[in-house]
Nanobody, 122 residues
Framework: VQLQASGGGLVQAGGSLRLSCAAS????????MGWFRQAPGKEREFVAS???????NYADSVKGRFTISRDNAKSTVDLQMNSLKPEDTAIYYC?????????????????WGQGTQVTVSS
């Protein structure tokens, strides 16, 4: 599966952005999808995931502010980000995995998009 992320940009603290990831090349509904982020000098970290069943999971740092959703008919997964904080600044990546068991570990996702920059100014 190939993934293409879009929607990043520059926003002031308290603002919102919506990221989108378009998948192609395989049956999208077979995959668990995740969003990860990597800030300068830091390791890539889990942000949110949505399973093929539709169940969702969030990092504590974004719970209540971010919402992940998927549209299997369009082969897309979105991340709605509200109440953004400067510490949300990072490159955001979408990822996919087809294994049956759940994982929030980046190393367990074999398919990755190219990343989109999100910058939140204070």
């Amino acid at each position: 599966v190939q993934l293409q992320a879009s929607g990043g940009g520059l926003v002031q603290a308290g603002g919102s952005l919506r990221l989108s990831c378009a998948a192609s090349g395989s049956t999208f509904s077979w995959y668990d999808m995740g969003w990860f982020r990597q800030a300068p000098g830091k390791e890539r970290e889990f942000v949110a995931s949505i399973r093929r069943s539709g169940s969702t999971n969030y990092a504590d740092s974004v719970k209540g502010r971010f919402t992940i959703s998927r549209d299997n008919a369009k082969s897309t997964v979105d991340l709605q980000m509200n109440s953004l904080k400067p510490e949300d600044t990072a490159i955001y990546y979408c990822a996919a995995r087809s294994e049956r068991y759940y994982s929030a570990r980046a190393v367990m996702y074999p398919y990755w998009g190219q990343g989109t920059q999100v910058t939140v100014s204070s």
